[in-house]
């Protein structure tokens, strides 16, 4: 089987994204990468309101496991109405970023 094709499916069942290599080299990179968990994934999420801190960090437990992420908020949108924030997580919880948006600043 050759090298090119898909490296990772990051969010797998949800609305998430495919990295796709078109060499056999950038194949092999990709997968040593997040293999040795070399990739820093980020986010961005769209949440009603305004957050009392402009950025802070999110520790709680998903799935009954620890979690832990940082975020920052990069906008606000409207009259207060929306905050554009950005999430960077160090652990890979399922549905993460969604369970900690909605937990912690929901």
Known sequence: VGGR??????????SGCILLAKTDEAH??????????????QYRALIPGVLK??????VSRVEGKPARS????EEVYGENTASLI??????????QVRVQCAKELG
Not at 28 to 41: D, I, N, Q, S, T
Not at 70 to 73: A, L
């Open 86 to 95: 950005r999430i960077k997580t160090f652990t890979g919880r399922k549905h």
């Open 28 to 41: 092999l990179r990709f997968v040593c990468e997040f293999f040795v968990r070399g990739v820093e994934k």
């Open 53 to 58: 801190e402009h950025e802070g960090e999110l």
């Open 70 to 73: 940082k975020y920052c908020v």
């Open 5 to 14: 094709g898909i490296v990772h499916r990051l969010d797998r069942g949800t």
